[in-house]
């Protein structure tokens, strides 16, 4: 059984910091995984994942401002926040998918599989 639990979100003002965490269980560590997020009113949308060379990707609102990152020993995702805008308010969410990045397109919610809960960011003007 794969579950995802995401931990580290909350309420920052704007300029502020968060780190996303997301333990993955009953998956391989070699399987793709991503970072969503669903602002209120909006669909979900990609906000970090991997290539299938292992490089990061990032949509384009985030760039030079997140950073994704994954301890394979650990079996866990991060998402490091920086400097953030009220347009970052959402529900971020972890995905995993059963094969690895060379099968998955990064950042297309409906390549993954399975998905946490979600943990909600909030940022304050």
């Known amino acids: 059984q794969v579950l995802l639990v995401e931990s580290g979100g909350g309420s920052v003002q704007a300029g502020g910091s968060l780190r996303l965490s997301c333990e993955a269980s009953g998956t391989n560590y070699r399987y793709c995984m991503g970072w969503f997020r669903q602002p209120p009113g909006k669909e979900r949308e990609g906000v970090a994942g991997f290539a299938a060379d292992g490089r990061t990707i990032y949509a384009d609102s985030v760039k030079g401002r997140f950073t994704i990152s994954k301890d394979n020993a650990k079996n866990t995702l991060y998402l490091q926040m920086n400097s953030l805008k009220p347009d970052d308010t959402a529900m971020y969410y972890c995905?995993?998918?059963?094969?690895?990045?060379?099968?998955?397109?990064?950042?297309?919610?409906?390549?993954?599989?399975?998905w946490g809960q979600g943990t909600q960011v909030t940022v304050s003007s």
């Open positions: 995905a995993v998918d059963n094969s690895t990045c060379f099968y998955v397109r990064p950042l297309y919610p409906a390549g993954f599989r399975y």
